[in-house]
């Protein structure tokens, strides 16, 4: 089955203590990204990454490190987590951009007090 | 500034109306896609729209781009109750620009 996983589905940890949120897809797909989804702002995206080793920062990057060292895996690094990172985060992979829609992971909610 | 705005933000709708979702953007693009979030769930792609006058339909739900307006819209024919869910577009350019969602909810 097509799919995008993410890991862990839900996490309350505390300021300052490093966290991975892992993303792996299983569709070859050289496009992946991660975005932040808050109230009433929609999604924003954070980093992407057009193929292996290249990566580029989105609209909200400040806080965040990815790195895309094999094609299936896009990791979401947060050094120092700070409240204002608790969010609900996606990550989302495409064959190309621009012709095919993302595919979405089922999400990962971070609380960080 | 890049922007992606839509409106409305909340539309209430009985069923067997019809509705139209506006999304307006700043600067110009040859893309632009509709997703769908049902509450809890992650995105669900519904059409991706690639050039000036682009027409997508499917079921009661219909997509159209215009890219010298700068305009899409998402039109909802005859609604039923399984069209409740928020509705996002999102265009893309050097990164991909979400709009801020339109929660439906359809009424019997």
């Known amino acids: 089955e097509a799919q995008v996983t993410q890991n862990p589905r839900y996490l309350i940890t505390v300021t300052g203590k490093k966290l991975t949120v892992t993303c792996s897809q299983n569709?070859?797909?050289?496009?992946m990204s991660w975005y932040r989804q808050d109230p009433g702002l929609g999604l924003r995206q954070i980093y992407y990454?057009?193929?292996?080793?290249?990566?580029d920062k989105g609209d909200v990057p400040e806080g965040y490190k990815v790195s895309r060292k094999e094609k299936r895996n896009f990791p979401l690094i947060l050094e120092s987590p700070s409240p204002n990172q608790t969010s609900l985060y996606f990550c989302?992979?495409?064959?190309?951009?621009?012709?095919?829609?993302?595919?979405f992971g089922d999400g990962t909610r971070l609380s960080i007090l | 500034e890049l922007k992606v705005e839509q409106n409305p933000l909340f539309l209430s709708m009985q069923e067997g109306k019809n509705y139209t979702i506006y999304c307006n953007y700043s600067?110009?693009?040859?893309?632009l896609y509709w997703y769908r979030q049902d509450p809890g769930k992650s995105l669900e792609s519904l059409f991706v729209?690639?050039?000036?006058?682009a027409v997508k339909q499917e079921g009661r739900l219909m997509a159209s781009l215009d890219t010298k307006a700068r305009l899409s819209t998402l039109h909802i024919t005859a609604a039923v109750h399984d069209l409740s869910a928020t509705y996002f577009c999102?265009?893309?350019?050097?990164?991909?620009?979400f709009g801020a969602g339109t929660r439906l909810t359809v009424k019997p």
């Open positions: 729209l690639l050039s000036n006058g």
């Open positions: 990454s057009m193929n292996v080793e290249v990566t």
């Open positions: 989302a992979s495409s064959r190309l951009l621009g012709d095919q829609p993302q595919h």
């Open positions: 999102a265009v893309d350019w050097d990164d991909m620009r």
């Open positions: 600067t110009t693009s040859d893309r």
């Open positions: 569709m070859n797909h050289e496009y």
